[in-house]
């Protein structure tokens, strides 16, 4: 569905991602993970054509996305949760959530109604400004947003990072339920526990190139890629 | 205590002119960070456009009005799309640059076109008169200013509050990358909020002739008390252009009355006071 072949990419003068390679197959949980700075970031940006693509390439399903600008990329059917969460300050829960199925222009099984039913809590919050959540609820938030496009690939960076670890269980099953309605999902993570419960595959980011790839469960149970590229 | 009243009354009616252009400067420098220094010039072009097209080729008075928005609207699409896109990852003083040139250019264009005097087209006929208002007569033109600038207020608040497109407009604003991972057609977003505030300019401008005649330059004086309505108001914020242009066009109608010789002066003093107390102007966020 998306494969990534020796992406180049930076800010500035820098390059950050020296020849990113990996592949997400239709209908699969793939996990990137590696340390802080390691370009996990950088490469779900890149993707989403926030970052520009200096060298390789990035096709989406029959698509090039290298050189798209990030609303076509959208409309092609990726949608993005970065781990700031950019919630729209004066716009309502509600208003944020139709805001995306707006603009994508992709109506789909993904309405207000599903989306609250995936996160109860979001209904009751329907009408505050989205300056007045906490920060977990910003975060179920940046999903449903992200849902509300139906999208066919749903870019996640740190789902769950500084959540509590009841929090983290719910995601998982959330993640679990996004994935049985035929979302396919990248997502981008340090944390190995979470990411060896929901991913199939993994592949490990290390000085801007990947450095080991394959089933989630033979990374996490690898002590030399454990060791070398994840322990902090 | 009447002539009060009623010189508030006249005030009310040039903030109008001034809420129509600081209404699109700071929508423009709001969703698209660009502080448009060529926006009292559109200004201009409306009125000489307003004057022209009603003035002298006959059109309807209305009619003359729309086609001259359309027109500077136009423009505007075409200053964005051509000139200013290139720059918008660079250093801002490009922008400055560039839209400081524009006034150069509009100003002589002006001159070449319309000569260097003064013009001023009649108020037509369905607007001329008077209302009578705390006891005396009032023209009805000021009144049909201040209809027409309540109007727009409320149109905006509809059209940024109410719409989809309005929606976008504001996220796009707030946080241009995540507006454009969500699907907004950032680029059409910036060209049509600046075709909205060059229009909003020309509107002011076509509606301000019969009160106040155009000659090149106008641009200019306009541009400076727009500029200091939108600090007043906190920059890019709509409702703070609309409280500093009352505030402004009030004061300095007051201003005029006991110290005609300064009115600028009352204008920047009326900055100061403001900023004293709020620095970041009246309703910024
Ligand atoms: N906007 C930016 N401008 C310049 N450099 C940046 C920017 N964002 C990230 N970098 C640099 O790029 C490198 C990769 O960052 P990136 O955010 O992709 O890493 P990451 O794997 O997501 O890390 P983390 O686990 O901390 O989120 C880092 O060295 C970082 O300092
Ligand atoms: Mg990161």
């Given at each position: 569905m998306l494969v990534v072949e020796g992406l180049v990419a930076g800010y500035g003068s820098s390059a950050v991602l020296h020849g990113v390679d990996f592949e997400v197959r239709e209908g699969e949980v793939v996990a990137l993970l590696g340390r802080n700075g390691a370009g996990k970031t950088t490469t779900l940006r890149a993707v989403m054509g926030l970052v520009k693509v200096r060298g390789g390439r990035v096709r989406f399903r029959d698509t090039e996305l290298a050189g798209r600008a990030p609303f076509e990329v959208a409309h092609l059917g990726i949608a993005y949760v970065p781990d700031d969460r950019r919630i729209?300050?004066?716009?309502?829960?509600e208003e944020n959530l139709l805001l995306a199925r707006y603009a994508s222009g992709r109506h789909g099984a993904w309405d207000l109604d599903r989306v609250y039913r995936l996160f109860p809590a979001l209904r009751e919050l329907r009408h505050l400004r989205g300056t007045q959540l906490s920060g977990g609820q910003q975060k179920m938030l940046a999903v449903g947003r992200a849902l509300m496009s139906n999208p066919d690939l749903l870019l996640l960076d740190e789902p769950v990072e500084g959540l509590a670890p009841l929090v983290v269980r719910q995601l998982e099953q959330t993640l679990r339920e996004i994935r049985q309605a035929g979302v396919t999902i990248l997502l981008a993570d340090q944390n190995l526990r979470f990411c060896r419960r929901v991913a199939d595959r993994g592949y490990v980011l290390d000085k801007g190139?990947?450095?080991v790839g394959g089933p989630m469960e033979a990374i996490a149970s690898d002590e030399r890629t454990v060791r070398q590229?994840?322990?902090v | 205590?009447?002539?009060?009243?009623?010189?508030?009354?006249?005030?009310?009616?040039?903030?109008?002119?001034?809420?129509?252009?600081?209404a699109g400067l700071t929508i423009i420098f709001g969703v698209l960070g660009v502080l448009n220094f060529a926006h009292g010039s559109l200004f201009m072009l409306g009125?000489?456009?307003g004057y022209t097209l009603y003035g002298v080729v006959g059109l309807p008075f209305g009619v003359a009005v729309l086609a001259s928005m359309a027109a500077v609207a136009l423009l505007g699409a075409a200053v964005e799309r051509g000139l200013l896109r290139p720059l918008y990852g660079l250093d801002p003083s490009y922008q400055l640059l560039l839209t400081f040139g524009l006034v150069l250019f509009l100003d002589d264009l002006a001159k070449l076109v319309w000569g260097g005097v003064f013009r001023i087209p009649p108020i037509p006929p369905w607007l001329q008169g008077s209302v009578v208002l705390f006891g005396r007569p009032y023209p009805l033109y000021n009144a049909f200013l201040m209809a027409?600038?309540?109007?727009?207020?409320?149109?905006?608040?509809?059209l940024f509050d109410r719409t989809w497109w309005g929606r976008a407009v504001r996220a796009t604003a707030a946080d241009r990358d995540m507006a454009a991972a969500l699907g907004i057609r950032t680029p059409?977003?910036?060209?049509?909020?600046f075709m909205l505030g060059s229009a909003l300019a020309a509107l002011g401008g076509a509606l301000s002739t019969p009160v106040r005649p155009v000659a090149p330059g106008i641009g200019a004086a306009m541009i400076v008390q727009a500029f200091?309505?939108?600090v007043i108001g906190g920059l890019g914020n709509l409702r703070g252009a609309f409280a500093g242009s009352l505030l402004v066009g009030v004061l300095s109608s007051y201003g005029t009355l006991w110290f005609p010789e300064f009115e600028l002066f009352f204008v920047f003093a009326i900055m100061a006071a403001v900023l004293l107390v709020r620095p970041q102007g009246l309703f910024a966020r």
């Open positions: 729209f300050p004066d716009l309502t829960v190139a990947v450095q590229y994840l322990a | 205590m009447e002539v009060l009243a009623y010189q508030g009354l006249i005030g009310l009616s040039s903030a109008m002119y001034l809420w129509l252009i600081s009125a000489y456009l027409t600038g309540a109007l727009v207020g409320g149109g905006l608040w509809v059409g977003v910036f060209s049509s909020v200091i309505i939108t």
